[in-house]
């Protein structure tokens, strides 16, 4: 089969590759713990669920506007307003299936072939996918443990030249729960001012943070115009496979990518989004709750992790990852996380996964039980003590 030309620039996510193997392995008969995926292991609250079933009997079952539902909208538009502390209407706000629809159609409307992207790396493999897919020139912008895991800001600045059109920024971040603080914020406010730089800005773990306030670059001065803020319900509702996010931009913009949508899914589906109403103004406990075990998670595992010889790992502030040293192990993150599946039955993914600055580490998530978890670094410490 010969596929179009642009099909060769696509990248893809690891983690669903490793998900399949893991799969397989249980098909075998193999008792595998899974650390490989990015999702909440809890169920949607309930009062969500209810509101859907809701909806869909009273009739929330047809198309509706490409943007969102326009109640919805004003929802999510409150809700940023107060959450990153700016002022946001409905006309910034484009709902959208999942975030993932935000990072295509984003770049996609504003990234000419030969431009420039910034990006951090190691990060969410689908901004350098969508990059080169469109044509643009992904540019790598490191993301080193020696810093937490934050930009440099003067090494981001040494990256900008006159084909730079965006910089897209992830905080809490996957793979390494690095955060980024106020004053990086406000270095790359200038460096994208100071250049007419776009920024966009992955925030779904906006409320997956452990320490300090979550800062949103949308609201410091001059960026509401050269912002797009992407969030979505997946991870702090755990509604993954709702497929149910947003982004929220200058109103020209939004049109643009409703657009987009009009041409690709049309809506997102209209009892969903009474749904999404429901998660912004209902209790919050559930979160909180789910929130408060991730914190406990973080810490058995960043110290199960550090109790292992040749592996040492920061404690993250954020996201529900860890992004653990592997390099005094002496095997490589592909052939460490290969064997760790193989041998130990515990599904990881190499750090490289998330981009060459990723080699020398392991992503795992903590998405699982405490036991599990304990089961888990068990199985990880006996392999490498044999
Ligand atoms: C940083 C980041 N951005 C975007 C997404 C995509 O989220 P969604 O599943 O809502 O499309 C993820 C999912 O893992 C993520 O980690």
Not at 32 to 59: C, N, S, V, W
Not at 148 to 169: G, H, N, Y
Not at 252 to 260: T, Y
Not at 331 to 350: D, F, G, P, Q
Request: contains cysteine; glycine residues 8%.
């Amino acid at each position: 089969m010969i596929l179009a030309k642009r099909m060769s620039n696509l990248g893809t996510e690891t983690a669903f590759e490793v998900l399949a193997r893991a799969k397989q392995l249980e098909a075998e008969g193999r008792n595998i713990i899974h650390l490989e995926i990015g999702e909440p292991d809890f169920d949607t609250p309930r009062h969500i669920i209810e509101a859907a079933y809701q909806a869909m009997k009273e009739g929330w079952t047809h198309y509706g506007p490409s943007a969102g539902d326009p109640e919805f909208r004003a929802a999510i538009a409150e809700h940023i307003s107060k959450s990153r502390g700016c002022s946001v209407s409905a006309e910034n706000v484009v709902v959208v299936p999942g975030a993932k629809p935000i990072i295509y159609w984003g770049i996609t409307a504003l990234v000419d072939p030969g431009d420039e992207v910034i990006y951090p790396n190691p990060g969410f493999p689908i901004y350098e996918s969508m990059i080169n897919f469109v044509g643009g020139k992904a540019v790598p912008a490191p993301l080193r443990e020696a810093n937490e895991f934050r930009f440099d800001v003067q090494e981001l600045a040494s990256l900008v030249t006159p084909k730079t059109k965006m910089i897209i920024i992830n905080s809490p971040q996957n793979p390494t729960g690095g955060v980024l603080s106020r004053e990086d914020l406000e270095a790359i406010a200038k460096l994208a001012i100071d250049n007419d730089i776009w920024v966009m800005s992955d925030e779904p773990y906006e409320q997956i943070l452990y320490e300090g306030e979550h800062y949103s670059i949308l609201a410091l001065e001059g960026m509401a115009e050269r912002t797009i803020l992407l969030d979505c319900f997946s991870k702090s509702f755990a509604m993954t496979g709702w497929r149910l996010g947003y982004g929220v931009m200058p109103a020209e913009l939004a049109a643009a990518i409703a657009k987009l949508q009009t041409n690709c899914t049309s809506c997102v589906a209209s009892f969903i989004q009474r749904a999404g109403i429901a998660a912004l103004q209902g209790p919050k406990d559930a979160t909180r709750a789910m929130v408060a075990e991730f914190k406990r998670r973080r810490d058995v595992i960043v110290d199960g992790l550090n109790d292992i010889p040749g592996i040492s790992c920061l404690r993250p502030r954020g996201a529900f990852y860890v992004f653990p040293n592997i390099t005094q192990t002496g095997y490589s993150s592909r052939e460490l996380a290969t064997k760790i599946l193989e041998e130990a039955n515990v599904a990881v993914l190499s750090g490289t996964a998330f981009g060459e600055y990723g080699d020398g580490y392991l992503r795992l998530s903590y998405a699982n039980s405490v036991e599990n978890i304990q089961e888990a670094l068990r199985r990880i410490k006996e392999l490498l003590t044999q």
